[in-house]
């Protein structure tokens, strides 16, 4: 229901339609139980030595302010915040329950989003969708040598449904039913199945899961977020043919377009992805917001939610991950380990990524990822070289001392002689 159809009921004194708790989504203030939850939450996290952007910036003037605050789709500060509030280890601690969020909460997202998306400011404004040239994007490693997967993913939520916490059941339902729609209209190579993990067997999810095509439930911050209700309702997955391309449906945002493949071929994947978006946009009305751009659940996403991503093997950088972190920060890139983030990189292979989303648009968050990759594969190549490089007359002389016990007793000698250096 709109906002103005809400008002138009209350002003011909019709109540207007609950929300999934049943409370009345314009009128009534949060009840005693949920301000409690609240109160005790923010007393816990202030206390704590939490590091989350949520403890930063939540301060009791601004919890006081907003405490009382309801968005029409009747989410709370505690929608906002509950996640934050049980795992103190959170490193932002904040979701959106659904698109006003971000307005009515404004006073709590707003120096959140500027802190984490370097700099976007309240008087900022995202620019419009701009996929640039698709053609100018290349293979960023022919050989095969550095590059082992390409993936670039984007979330994106309907417009008219509040996002995961604030979900019916029949909203699942009626969320999988249109997305299910606009997969099946998909066109060529991105032609494919769309399966349902209601009926899924066990076996087949975690053969998917195994092979990073399926998410899973469990993430105990989606979980405190209240992200998981009614698990498996509405949750499923579509890929195609070759599975290079795949949508998840109701994980964390109401949908995940995805293209990826093996090897470094960026060109590829980045057209694949642009025609998918541009074919399920035609089907569905994405949630965009003229300032923030695309509305995600989580505030990190905003603005293009593009996330472009490599797994890359340097074993070299690997021993110096200063130089690695050195590199990637010129061209704002994130590095985290081969299976994301909080993990070890297994054998020198990184997962390296965009971490700007905000303030400029797809084509220059994965240009951006392209020419930082170009440059860490540059750096691993001159480690390799300068290892390579021919010894010098002394080290060779060093070399002929250390093998021949016959010279021992030059060994001590400041400067050696001459003919030692001969190779």
Same mark, same amino acid.
């Given at each position: 229901?709109?906002?103005?159809?809400?008002? =138009?009921?209350?002003?011909? #004194?019709?109540?207007?339609?609950?929300?999934?708790?049943?409370?009345?989504?314009?009128?009534?203030?949060?009840?005693?139980?949920?301000?409690?939850?609240?109160?005790?939450?923010?007393?816990?996290?202030?206390?704590?030595?939490?590091?989350?952007?949520?403890?930063?910036?939540?301060?009791?003037?601004?919890?006081?302010?907003?405490?009382?605050?309801?968005?029409?789709?009747?989410?709370?500060?505690?929608?906002?915040?509950?996640?934050?509030?049980?795992? !103190?280890?959170?490193?932002?601690?904040?979701?959106?329950?659904?698109?006003?969020?971000?307005?009515?909460?404004?006073?709590?997202?707003?120096?959140?989003?500027?802190? $984490?998306? +370097? #700099?976007?400011?309240?008087?900022?404004? !995202?620019?419009?969708?701009?996929?640039?040239?698709?053609?100018?994007?290349?293979? %960023?490693?022919?050989?095969?040598?550095?590059?082992?997967?390409?993936?670039?993913?984007?979330?994106?939520?309907?417009?008219?449904?509040? *996002?995961?916490?604030?979900?019916?059941?029949?909203?699942?339902?009626?969320?999988?039913?249109? %997305?299910?729609?606009?997969?099946?209209?998909?066109?060529?190579?991105?032609?494919?199945?769309?399966?349902?993990?209601? #009926?899924?067997?066990?076996?087949?999810?975690?053969?998917?899961?195994?092979? !990073?095509?399926?998410?899973?439930?469990?993430?105990?911050?989606?979980?405190?977020?209240?992200?998981?209700?009614?698990?498996?309702?509405?949750?499923?997955?579509?890929?195609?043919?070759?599975?290079?391309?795949?949508?998840?449906?109701?994980?964390?945002?109401?949908?995940?377009?995805?293209? +990826?493949?093996? #090897?470094?071929?960026?060109?590829?994947?980045?057209?694949?992805?642009?025609?998918?978006?541009?074919?399920?946009?035609?089907?569905?009305? *994405?949630?965009?917001?003229?300032? =923030?751009? $695309?509305?995600?659940?989580?505030?990190?996403?905003?603005?293009?939610?593009?996330?472009?991503?490599?797994?890359?093997?340097?074993?070299?950088?690997?021993?110096?991950?200063?130089?690695?972190?050195?590199?990637?920060?010129? $061209?704002?890139?994130?590095?985290?380990?081969?299976?994301?983030?909080?993990?070890?990189?297994?054998?020198?292979?990184?997962?390296?990524?965009?971490?700007?989303?905000?303030?400029?648009?797809? &084509?220059?968050?994965?240009?951006? +990822?392209?020419?930082? %990759?170009?440059? %860490?594969?540059?750096?691993?190549?001159?480690?390799?070289?300068?290892?390579?490089?021919?010894?010098?007359?002394?080290?060779?002389?060093?070399?002929?001392?250390?093998?021949?016990?016959?010279?021992?007793?030059?060994?001590?000698?400041? *400067? =050696?002689?001459? &003919?030692?250096?001969?190779?």
């Amino acid at each position: 229901m709109s906002r103005y159809f809400q008002r =138009l009921l209350v002003k011909m #004194g019709t109540k207007p339609k609950t929300t999934c708790r049943g409370k009345c989504a314009l009128t009534a203030k949060p009840d005693e139980e949920t301000l409690g939850k609240m109160e005790t939450g923010f007393c816990n996290l202030s206390s704590s030595d939490s590091q989350s952007l949520l403890k930063k910036y939540l301060t009791r003037d601004v919890f006081e302010k907003l405490k009382n605050k309801r968005t029409t789709f009747g989410s709370t500060l505690l929608d906002c915040v509950q996640s934050g509030f049980a795992n !103190h280890d959170s490193g932002v601690g904040i979701y959106a329950p659904d698109a006003e969020a971000y307005k009515v909460y404004a006073d709590l997202f707003d120096p959140i989003i500027e802190d $984490y998306h +370097m #700099g976007f400011k309240k008087c900022d404004k !995202h620019p419009a969708t701009d996929f640039g040239d698709v053609k100018s994007l290349v293979n %960023i490693d022919p050989s095969g040598e550095y590059v082992v997967s390409t993936r670039i993913r984007c979330g994106r939520s309907i417009a008219g449904f509040p *996002f995961n916490p604030c979900l019916s059941e029949e909203q699942y339902k009626e969320l999988e039913r249109k %997305i299910g729609i606009a997969l099946g209209s998909l066109t060529e190579e991105l032609k494919g199945q769309y399966f349902p993990l209601c #009926g899924m067997t066990k076996d087949v999810q975690q053969n998917l899961i195994d092979q !990073h095509f399926l998410f899973k439930e469990g993430d105990r911050f989606l979980e405190a977020a209240n992200s998981n209700r009614f698990w498996p309702t509405g949750r499923g997955i579509f890929y195609n043919e070759n599975r290079t391309f795949l949508v998840w449906v109701n994980e964390e945002d109401h949908m995940r377009v995805i293209s +990826m493949q093996q #090897g470094g071929d960026l060109g590829e994947v980045y057209r694949r992805f642009v025609c998918a978006v541009n074919q399920l946009e035609s089907k569905l009305t *994405f949630s965009r917001d003229e300032r =923030l751009g $695309y509305l995600t659940f989580c505030p990190t996403n905003l603005g293009t939610s593009i996330r472009a991503s490599v797994h890359i093997k340097v074993p070299k950088l690997a021993k110096n991950k200063a130089k690695l972190e050195e590199v990637a920060a010129k $061209y704002n890139l994130q590095v985290r380990g081969t299976s994301g983030e909080h993990t070890d990189a297994e054998g020198g292979i990184y997962d390296i990524s965009n971490k700007r989303r905000m303030g400029l648009t797809e &084509y220059c968050a994965v240009k951006a +990822m392209q020419d930082g %990759i170009l440059e %860490i594969i540059k750096e691993e190549k001159s480690i390799k070289l300068r290892k390579r490089r021919k010894p010098t007359p002394r080290q060779l002389a060093r070399k002929r001392l250390a093998q021949n016990p016959a010279l021992e007793r030059i060994k001590n000698l400041k *400067f =050696l002689p001459t &003919y030692m250096y001969k190779v």
